[in-house]
């Protein structure tokens, strides 16, 4: 019998705090998203709040601008980081020595910055009267704070872009480093028996095989960004805002009148993250069924 | 604490009606939590360094500054408890006005009419003064006291405009002659919402047309449109060619600091001196008015409905409204907040006191000031105009 | 003709992290692999097997010496550029890629066609008994069959040079048995020439033309199983032959006398003067029985049984003969006459004692 | 064979250099500027009157350091005390709903925890958690339990059950084998949680502030007014001092973690 | 007498995850080890081994039977308390402890004081030849040293049964026959009862006093080395231990024939009429000379040499007698005289001949 449950007894108390704790959560705001509000005598289930939103384009503005920042954030973040951990690599198995764990731990960095102070570091070196400016008109690039790009609080979100593709590349190189370390010292001289240079070793092995851990890792960074509140709240612009910045500006409206819409858009924005994850997760888990890398 | 937590109704509702000194005396060795915006250290050095430490010495009042990210948190969170049924908040002053202050009201998150129980508020507050009585056109009803007063002034820099705009005709002209240097912070942000504000005063025939309801205006819709087409005339001159706005005041004011614009705004006519005498401005910075005048507010402190230190609070309150502490507020180097105070109800040291409080060379004189000042309007026309902002200019 | 020749090849490797074992070098090694032979390098781990074959394949770069390919030198010739085939201890599959794609991978890099990369791929998996796997992936397959993919994948692009090492001591024994016999059938059918390395002797003997025996980076014999196995040329390489009874002695005026003075018998006048030791095969010897006939070169022992170990048909018998152990085998109806502690007399011919100097 | 080596070394270099060195120039030189006009790249004079105001005076700043540190801790204790059976359960059994288990430890990925904040903060309320520690705590559970259930599930699947059965061989009950087996193997791992909970715990804004309410002041509930538009040089300040105190800490984590298994070492030399 | 005493043991493993190939499961298994004796079990990969060993532990809870020890039933007694040890094939010791206390650490389970545990582990050490090293830290060890210390660990507690789960499989060869000797001597010394499990035939032959052989989770003959290799009672058992020539026939009418009708000779009449195979020994098969004698029951093959390998001594010699393959052993002696493609005479003596029906 205790051989039996042991696996549920175990998971019982992070499963029974998550329960609570996050899908209580969850739950509650749907219901509330649903206009029941059984405090205020409300118990019925409407979808107001959705069809509001559906028929609202600022709804839909923050929509784009959150998938096109997510996006391009992921994807910035995912070239970066690839870059990052080849070059660790490629350094590991060139020199043998401990310098290359000392090199990972310094790309670890912007890792344990917290988001908030990269975000405000973005705003420091990117603004129009940023570091960044200052330098270029220094060095004769510009001549007016106007001639340097909008890239902070603009309304296309370079800003938020930018702290992403930098406080993420770390995670992405993170999560495919351990990856390519179990890439066996041999295959490079496998690769080179049968007639493959360094390029196509690259090319024909180590991109390959990173593929899975990378894609997982880029679907984390662009959920995490799809969903994150304090870098667009404060590198974005007011109109339109992220998802998660509509949804705060919903809630602190300071009328309860707004909170279904505001839990709206929170469930809106979970369910389409849900939806990714489980194509992601369909997606890789063939792919590592199918080769047995697991 | 234990004995606030059990205060009943009655208690707190007999603060309301008893003498001060029974007041000061339950206020004795209270905590009391004041939830303000915490974004300056100026302000936050003046709770924690000048009044904090006197409360606690003269009326053994423990203040405790809470910092908030926006005023508008604050009524979202006594909504939630008002909601909640929790009787017994932890916010016992708070810092509001405007439409937070009618938020407020509405949704009945304010304890009741307390000011009158002020020694300090008797004493040297001129009560029927409008700015005082009305907080943006909503009569104030005793629920909150006033603070500090507030009046919009322009920023420029004199070495770069040495001749500052005095209309809002003139300030197009000068848009139009230095693009890229002026900007205004995109709305709802309070101070963006402001200068808007003045181009309707000034565009469509003074101020006077809306001291009554919006709704009492029957075609405003056409009557707004001269102040959107001026908006919209100087949009492409602004600052990147007028696609986007600062977010906040404060965005904008770093943009001016780091010398992106030629022109700032601020509804606290000392703000400038302050940043100029912390190296943010340049020293050559200076503030205007126009000649038709410019908004005036006050900003009050209030007490919630549920707050669990209310005497202490009421203590708290009132020494934050006497003439040292207000003297004190007005000098740029711990804050530069215009008093509440009516002078006229001062003794003559209190007074010489005030006069004498060096405002720097980027403010202007008290009298300047209190000659253009023009009354704020009630907030349902904010509203309209917030939304219409964004419909008419933003998106555009 | 394009043997393989391995002309003075030196390496001597950096100074370890370890400050007391002392840095391995590997010796000067000549070598010639001749086309189509079956080439083994058999010596104990760490000897440096690996890293001479390396040295061949170019995955390390000499410090002295050549290596030629017929009329070619190759010494300077970057590995992926030398056309040979390597096969691995462990397979070192791609595992991301499919048999096929595995197998095609040195054609691929040859820039040959798609199609017909495939082909021979498909081709190649037959000759190793894989027909129809060519679709797996790596880890779907046994450890066996890994193997052969691999040895497809190494044969495919018609190497000059088929370098394998170790190839097969990560498999079962009854697969690696398996093993042995494809790889003997593939090379004599694909004639191709292979440099083989192996610490198991009895993989080495069963495959081999020739070996080279090696111990701590030195080549120490070269030579066939048999020659090895009756004539090797010192103690270290009959002890790693795994032969048993080695003797010490001297040769002091015509007569073998060993050091517990147990064994003395006559020897040739040639034979030189100086301490040496002399080894017996087990299988040289012979049970004395009254029907068996004595030998004129015989000389007779008389032992005691220590121990009797059956062992696939044969009893393997531990005995002493004075204080010196000594090990014989019997055929199991030979030994069942016998016990432990029992005394046995044998004889052994003297052309099959084999004396060895050092 | 030399060449491709010193490109990567470059590479690294430079890369080294702007993603690490660089960025936080600016945020350093603003923290001490008083005055800095564009396009000076230099502040026109330096000043310490952000460190001053957040360092010395009664801003608050020690104790709200005090208080994200004491957040930071419990939620990374609980989350040990979750993960580690859970991880253990995940890891070494299949069972029936394996995969919906999984799906639930790990939703909070997915799923930003704001959302089930939202949800629930009014139940709070009214359970009295707001404005409190613990409620802080409770509401920074969700968003760092699945790390470390990951970093332990990691450390747990290089730790084959034949370690444990020889322990039992020898002899030693559930718990002896937990302590003297599992444990040590899995401390790397639970470190590597623990961090990642920390910072994790550290960074979180919005959830700190919809539970805390205000009452419960971290480091980034005094930032955020800064940063969102409050003075830049005491914002660059506090930043420079959050970023220090975070790597600090997970620093401090790895010099324990050395110093147990060196201690282990010495003690039994 | 404390015989270890497995009855009736079985277990049915879940539905694996892949649907094709079913789950495993392991059929009743009655043994009995008797006290001091080394017992095998002896079976290719996957058959089981490690799973009965794991039952025997109580590592793994059977679905039905019992396990004794003499005349307790320890079938619900939870591992750590059954005093049982056990070696795996990686040696698993706690890379965080000293050698002297991972030897230690039964005893410490024990409650044994410190002082007294550690001079045991410190004398179990001096058994496995390795004084001086308690102080290292397993890493710090070769894998021979780590295997040695796992069974210093294994045998401190002195326990009732020693299991050992190819405890040398992960060894170099060399190492592995130094390993089993010191574990013979070792057995010997502290007269311990040995479960040991292997695949290896070698090591299993010639370490056991008696061998199971399993196959597919069941067993299938119990018996000594000698018994085993000489009377198999399956062609699966022969198979298994490598025996070449299973020749498959009919008995018919007091006469075996051949399927290829190559064989034909005359048998006891009890024999019954089946199909049935004959086992050929290779060392049974006599080459015949002119001086060799004729044995009475010897029956003659004329047979064709088709391949000769040189292993130790001797050569293995694949001959074509009518359509089916033969092997033989000869002296290097004996196949001096032959050649690929010569004609051989064998015979072999009938009481060398041995019958199994599957
Ligand atoms: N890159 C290297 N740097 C320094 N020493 C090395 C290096 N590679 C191998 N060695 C050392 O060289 C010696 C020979 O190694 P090699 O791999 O050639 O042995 P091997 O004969 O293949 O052994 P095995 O049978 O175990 O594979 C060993 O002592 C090894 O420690
Ligand atoms: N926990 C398990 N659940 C299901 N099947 C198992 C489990 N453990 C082992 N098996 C299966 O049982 C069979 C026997 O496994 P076992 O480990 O006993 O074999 P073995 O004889 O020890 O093999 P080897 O020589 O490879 O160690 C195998 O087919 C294996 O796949
Ligand atoms: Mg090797
Ligand atoms: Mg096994």
């Known amino acids: ?294 | 604490s234990q004995n606030t937590d059990n205060q009943t109704a009655e208690e707190t509702e007999q603060l309301l009606t008893s003498d001060w000194q029974t007041i000061a005396d339950s206020a004795t060795g209270q905590q009391v939590n004041m939830y303000m915006w915490g974004g300056s250290d100026n302000i936050n050095r003046y709770i924690d360094e000048w009044v904090a430490p006197r409360l606690n010495q003269e009326h053994n009042v423990e203040l405790n500054r809470v910092p908030m990210n926006d005023s508008q948190d604050i009524i979202n969170q006594l909504v939630d408890e008002k909601f909640a049924g929790k009787s017994s908040g932890s916010m016992d002053i708070i810092w509001i006005n405007g439409e937070n202050f009618k938020a407020a009201k509405d949704n009945e998150l304010l304890w009741g009419s307390f000011s009158g129980q002020l020694p300090n508020f008797n004493d040297f507050i001129d009560k029927d003064a409008p700015e005082i009585a009305y907080d943006f056109g909503e009569p104030v009803d005793g629920l909150e006291a006033p603070w500090g007063k507030a009046q919009f002034v322009f920023v420029h820099d004199e070495s770069k405009s040495p001749t500052p705009p005095k209309s809002m005709d003139e300030l197009a002209e000068w848009v139009q002659e230095n693009p890229g240097q002026f900007t205004y912070p995109a709305l709802p942000d309070f101070t963006g919402s402001a200068f808007v504000r003045h181009v309707l005063y000034e565009t469509t025939g003074g101020y006077e047309q809306y001291q009554q309801p919006a709704a009492s205006i029957p075609n405003l819709e056409t009557q707004l449109e001269p102040m959107w087409d001026y908006l919209n005339r100087i949009e492409p001159y602004l600052w990147r060619d007028g696609e986007t706005y600062p977010e906040s005041l404060a965005k904008q004011d770093q943009l001016y600091a780091s010398g992106e614009i030629g022109m700032t705004m601020s509804y606290d006519p000392a703000l400038a001196a302050s940043e100029v005498l912390k190296g943010r401005f340049p020293e050559s910075t200076r503030t205007f008015v126009l000649d038709g005048g410019t908004l005036s507010n006050t900003h009050f402190l209030s007490i919630p409905f549920n707050s669990s230190a209310k005497a202490g609070a009421m203590v708290a309150i009132n020494e934050m409204l006497s003439p040292e502490a207000q003297t004190a507020k007005l000098s740029p180097e711990n804050w530069g907040d215009l008093s509440a105070l009516d002078l006229t109800l001062l003794s003559l040291e209190q007074q010489d006191a005030m006069n004498a409080v060096d405002l720097g060379a980027a403010t202007l004189s008290l009298t300047e000031l209190e000659e253009h000042r023009l009354p704020e309007l009630s907030s349902d026309y904010i509203e309209i105009i917030e939304k219409g902002w964004l419909q008419h200019v933003a998106k555009e | ?358 | ?269």
């Open chain 1, 1 to 294: 019998m205790w051989q039996k449950n042991k696996p549920y007894l175990l998971l019982l108390p992070a499963i029974g705090t998550l329960v609570l704790l996050f899908f209580g959560g969850l739950f509650d705001g749907f219901l509330k998203s649903l206009g029941y509000f059984p405090a205020l005598g409300q118990t019925d289930f409407i979808v107001t709040a959705y069809r509001q939103l559906f028929s609202s384009s600022e709804f839909w503005a923050s929509f784009n601008l959150t998938l096109r920042v997510a996006l391009l954030s992921s994807l910035f973040a995912a070239g970066l980081g690839a870059l990052l951990a080849i070059s660790l690599f490629m350094l590991k198995e060139s020199t043998n020595d401990k310098s290359s764990s000392i090199w990972h731990r310094l790309f670890q960095l912007p890792l344990t910055i917290p988001h908030l102070v990269g975000g405000y570091i973005i705003v420091l070196l990117f603004m129009q009267s940023g570091f960044l400016s200052r330098i270029a008109t220094n060095l004769g690039v510009i001549d007016t704070i106007a001639e340097f790009p909008v890239l902070v609080n603009d309304a296309f979100g370079w800003g938020i872009i930018l702290t992403y593709a930098w406080k993420e590349a770390p995670f992405i190189s993170l999560m495919i480093y351990p990856v390519l370390s179990r890439i066996h010292q041999s295959w490079r001289d496998v690769s080179r028996i049968f007639g493959a240079n360094r390029w196509n070793y690259i090319r024909e092995i180590v991109i390959p095989v990173m593929m899975p851990a990378w894609t997982v890792a880029t679907f984390i960074v662009f959920v995490f960004t799809f969903s994150a509140f304090e870098v667009p709240f404060l590198l974005g612009v007011t109109y339109p805002s992220t998802l998660p910045v509509y949804s705060y500006q919903l809630y602190t409206s300071g009328t309860l009148a707004d909170r279904p819409e505001a839990l709206a858009v929170n469930i809106i924005l979970a369910s389409f993250t849900v939806l990714l994850g489980v194509v992601v997760y369909a997606i890789n888990k063939r792919w590592n069924a199918v080769k047995g890398w697991d």
């Open chain 4, 1 to 269: 064979m030399k060449n491709p080596q010193v490109i990567i070394k470059i590479i690294l270099y430079v890369l080294v250099f702007f993603l690490m060195f660089f960025p936080f120039i600016p945020l350093f030189l603003s923290s001490l500027s008083f005055g800095w006009q564009w396009p000076n790249i230099l502040p026109d004079s330096i000043s310490f009157r952000a460190w001053d105001y957040v360092l010395f005076s009664s801003s608050g700043t020690w104790q709200a350091v005090g208080v994200s540190l004491l957040i930071a801790l419990i939620v990374t204790v609980v989350n040990i005390l979750l993960a580690v059976p859970a991880a253990n359960a995940l890891v070494r059994n299949s069972f029936r709903g394996k995969w919906l288990m999984e799906a639930i430890i790990f939703a909070p990925i997915i799923i930003p925890p704001f959302v089930a904040v939202m949800g629930i903060h009014l139940t709070f309320l009214k359970l009295g958690l707001t404005e409190t520690i613990a409620g802080v705590v409770l509401a920074h559970i969700s968003p760092t339990l699945p790390y470390v259930v990951r970093a332990i599930m990691i450390s747990y699947q290089t730790l084959s059950i034949d370690w444990e059965d020889q322990a039992r061989m020898l002899g030693a009950g559930p718990i002896a084998r937990f302590i003297f087996v599992v444990m040590p193997h899995l401390l790397p791992g639970i470190v590597a949680g623990a961090s990642l909970s920390i910072l994790i715990s550290l960074s979180q804004y919005l959830i700190t502030f919809i539970i805390g309410s205000g009452q419960v002041v971290t480091l980034s509930i005094l930032l955020f007014p800064f940063i969102s538009g409050g003075d830049p040089a005491i914002a660059s300040a506090y930043s420079l001092l959050f970023a220090g105190m975070a790597i600090l800490t997970l620093i401090g984590l790895d010099v324990l973690l050395k110093k147990y298994y060196q201690q282990k070492k010495a003690v039994t030399n």
């Open chain 3, 1 to 358: 003709m394009s043997d393989l020749r391995i002309i003075n090849v030196e390496k001597q490797y950096k100074q370890p992290q370890q400050k007391d074992n002392p840095a391995f070098s590997l010796q000067p090694v000549n070598l010639t692999v001749h086309e189509g032979e079956f080439f083994s390098l058999l010596g104990p781990s760490g000897c440096g097997k690996t890293s001479l074959l390396k040295l061949v394949a170019g995955l390390l770069p000499p410090d002295h010496g050549e290596i030629w390919v017929g009329d070619q030198n190759l010494t300077r010739v970057p590995s992926e550029a030398r056309n040979f085939a390597m096969v691995f201890q462990q397979s070192l599959l791609f595992p991301h890629m499919t048999v096929e794609d595995n197998v095609a991978f040195g054609l691929k890099m040859q820039k040959v066609e798609k199609q017909q990369r495939l082909k021979k791929a498909r081709e190649m998996l037959e000759h190793v008994g894989l027909q129809g796997y060519g679709s797996r992936f790596p880890g779907e397959l046994s450890g066996g069959q890994q193997q052969r993919v691999a040895l497809a994948r190494a044969l495919v692009a018609n190497p000059r040079v088929l370098l394998m090492d170790e190839p097969f001591s990560a498999l079962d024994p009854g697969l690696r048995e398996e093993m042995r016999d494809l790889l003997s059938r593939i090379q004599l059918e694909f004639h191709v020439t292979v440099l083989f390395v192996t610490h198991d002797r009895e993989e080495a003997f069963s495959l081999s033309d020739r070996i080279a025996v090696m111990s701590q980076g030195e080549i120490l014999q070269v030579g066939t199983a048999k020659e090895l196995y009756e004539r090797p040329l010192t103690t270290k390489v009959a002890l790693f032959l795994g032969m048993k009874n080695i003797i010490k002695g001297n040769v002091e005026e015509g007569c073998f006398r060993s050091m517990d003075g147990c064994f003395e018998f006559l020897v040739d006048a040639t034979t030189p003067h100086a301490p040496s030791y002399v080894i017996v095969r087990p299988e040289a010897l012979q049970l004395v029985t009254e029907a068996s006939p004595i030998g004129e070169a015989a000389i007779q022992l008389h032992g005691t049984v220590e121990q009797m170990k059956f062992n696939h048909g044969f009893y393997s018998v531990k005995l002493s003969v004075g204080d010196s152990p000594l090990t014989c085998s019997l055929s199991s109806q030979q030994a069942e006459g016998f016990c432990v502690g029992q005394t046995i007399v044998l004889q052994i011919d003297k052309k099959d004692l084999w004396f060895v100097n050092e």
